[in-house]
């Protein structure tokens, strides 16, 4: 009883548990069609009897001569009979009950099955809903290792297949089993010596029901889990196509998902065998025991034990007794290959975000309106703790003032701008903004006042007038005009087929890295949030697209605190100061000139950077 006590509870708290509970009027009416089900299948073969033993004690009566050998005769003979003694009605009431069975019988199946899909929809699409929700906002650091693929089918595939699982559960439990039980249970009422052998084979059935489902569970498991796999890389190679083109990698994809497909395909081929095997042992052992039951019944009348419609009592029980257990085979087999899309889904619900890395704190709050003052207090972080990319970091920026960070590559400059968006929390220390903790802050009411622009120019597949409103939604025409003319983007978007109604492909598709860094700009712009944050905002431009996007950038943080992360020197020579990194920690700090006199790591980047410009040129 603990055991079961325990698992009751974990299917109420999982995804499927918690969207019944917001539907349990529906399933409910689902449940009671069901049971009524099962009384009219209990209650069916008694008219049926009373019509067999009562007609067959009649005809005996009227055929007692026996002179009556014609085809003719008899019916002429037995209707006279019929009509004589008033058995012709009984028949027709007999008759009259069955029909209103069935048809009581159809109805309740008609609606039963149109509310069971409506249930089955709407609790995939909380589960799908919740699911996502959870997926979404967890933090950043766990999408760096988990496969997109992998997630996308959790979310889109697997949760379809819940469906199967709630469907199975509630006919196994409230219309399958009930009507065992019940069958059982009026057998041996009617004749206990007849029911045992109604009675011994359900035991077997369900141990050969179980025995080859859980090796047909354990299969479609493995198969799931590469079939996860598969989707993550086929995502991955569509994603990352030029690359693998430029590499000539598609020989090596396309032998490495052939071998992943013969491994899935190798595990689903197992999960039919074992699903073949159980069907044919039910089959043979719903023949035997038809024929054995059939036999001890005709040994039971010629005994006098037992009347024909007795007899037709237990063989049509013997039918509906059955169709249940062939229901749960069917059901426990599909159970068996979508319990493991559960077990996927409960791997997600049940991630817990404060274990994973930044994401709001209970208690927090909203954020006041900043005012932009910024402060890194004896920060220390590493993606791996073991491995710190920031070492101590301290760093004041002024409100409405203009900051560059400078350095190599992997001195801890980006680092710094995400744990100021919060992707990421200091392993020690404290990222501040206007003198709080941003801990403190929702996630929401913190990001909404950065204007933030990436060197990956996240483009979506929309239109270009929907890529700028992402940062404002339900910002009217004119003030996407406005944003998109202040990032100097509304010449080329005018230069497009339709406009700012331009459908851009995936990923940006058919816009140069000059445009999408624009558009990116355009949302900053739009956004119009005390707080820019830039990271490499020019970085992979020609000399013409550098320029605009530089002169955009300077429009863009005028009267707000500008902090910029970039390796082109050039571009933040008016900034009001130049924090210069090296192995995670600051080396210098001033204006260009002063870094310049001072002669030191800026001044070597700075000449390095002016060769390299003076060798291209001339190039």
């Known amino acids: 009883m603990g055991q079961q006590g325990k698992t009751r509870r974990r299917l109420l708290d999982s995804q499927l548990g918690m969207a019944l509970k917001e539907h349990w009027g529906l399933a409910a009416w689902v449940s009671a069609g069901m049971m009524a089900q099962t009384v009219l299948t209990l209650v069916q073969p008694w008219p049926v009897q009373a019509l067999i033993d009562h007609v067959v004690q009649m005809v ?20 006279k009979g019929f009509l004589h003694t008033g058995t012709l009605a009984f028949v027709f009431r ?3 009950l069955l029909l209103a069975i069935y048809l009581m019988n159809a109805v309740l199946i008609y609606f039963q099955s149109i509310s069971l899909v409506q249930l089955g ?23 760096e290792k988990a496969r997109t693929g992998d997630l996308t089918s959790r979310i889109s595939t697997d949760t379809a297949d819940v469906q199967d699982v709630l469907e199975s559960m509630i006919t196994i439990f409230v219309r399958s089993l009930p009507t065992i039980i019940g069958i059982l249970a009026v057998s041996f009422v009617l004749d206990w010596v007849y029911a045992l052998t109604l009675f011994l084979v359900v035991p077997v059935v369900f141990w050969v029901n179980y025995f080859f489902t859980r090796l047909t569970r354990e299969e479609i498991r493995r198969q799931r889990r590469i079939e996860g796999n598969m989707a993550s890389t086929v995502q991955e190679a569509f994603y990352h196509h030029k690359a693998i083109a430029t590499l000539s990698m598609e020989q090596d994809l396309v032998a490495d998902f052939l071998e992943s497909s013969q491994r899935s395909a190798s595990h689903g081929e197992k999960a039919g065998r074992f699903q073949g095997v159980l069907s044919a042992s039910l089959d043979f052992l719903i023949g035997a025991t038809s024929v054995f039951v059939l036999f001890v019944g005709i040994l039971r009348i010629v005994h006098g034990c037992l009347t024909v419609g007795q007899l037709m009592v237990f063989l049509s029980y013997l039918n509906s007794l059955f169709k249940p257990i062939r229901e749960i085979s069917k059901f426990t087999g599909r159970i068996a290959k979508s319990s493991a899309a559960l077990e996927r889904i409960e791997e997600i619900a049940r991630l817990n975000p404060m274990e994973i890395g930044a994401t709001e704190l209970p208690g927090s709050v909203e954020a006041p309106p900043f005012r932009g003052d910024i402060r890194f ?22 409100a409405g003032r203009k900051v560059a960070l400078v350095g190599d590559s992997g001195s801890g400059k980006s680092t710094a701008v995400h744990l100021l968006m919060r992707l990421y929390d200091p392993l020690h220390g404290q990222v501040r903004i206007d003198g709080r903790d941003i801990r403190s802050f929702k996630l929401a009411s913190l990001r909404s006042q950065m204007a933030i622009v990436l060197q990956d120019s996240y483009i979506f597949r929309t239109t270009i007038a929907d890529n700028i409103a992402v940062s404002k939604p339900g910002a009217s025409r004119s003030e996407i005009m406005r944003a998109a003319a202040a990032a100097q983007a509304e010449e080329f978007i005018r230069e497009l087929p339709d406009g700012y109604d ?12 000059g445009q999408k860094r624009r558009l990116a700009i355009a949302r900053a712009f739009l956004r119009n949030a005390p707080i ?19 002169e955009a950038v300077n429009r863009l943080g005028r009267g707000k605190t500008t902090v910029i992360v970039t390796h082109q020197l050039s571009t933040v020579t008016d900034a009001d100061l130049i924090v210069v990194l090296s192995g995670g920690r600051i080396v210098e700090k001033g204006t260009h000139r002063e870094l310049l006199e001072k002669g030191e790591h800026y001044r070597y980047l700075w000449d390095m950077q002016q060769q390299e410009t003076t060798v291209s040129t001339r190039a």
């Open 60 to 79: 005996g009566h009227v055929q007692g001569s026996g002179d009556k050998t014609g085809l003719l005769e008899f019916i002429v003979a037995s209707t």
């Open 94 to 96: 007999g008759i009259a």
């Open 121 to 143: 929809q709407r609790v995939v699409l909380r589960i799908r809903e919740n699911l996502f929700a959870q997926a979404i906002a967890l933090p950043h650091s766990f999408f």
């Open 377 to 398: 207090d004896a920060v220390t972080f590493g993606y791996d703790p073991h491995q710190p990319v920031l070492r101590d970091f301290d760093l004041r920026i002024e």
């Open 502 to 513: 331009s459908q851009v492909g995936e990923s940006g598709a058919g816009l140069s890295g």
């Open 532 to 550: 820019v944050l830039l990271d490499e905002p020019t970085a992979g431009l020609d000399a013409a697209s550098e320029q605009k996007v530089t």
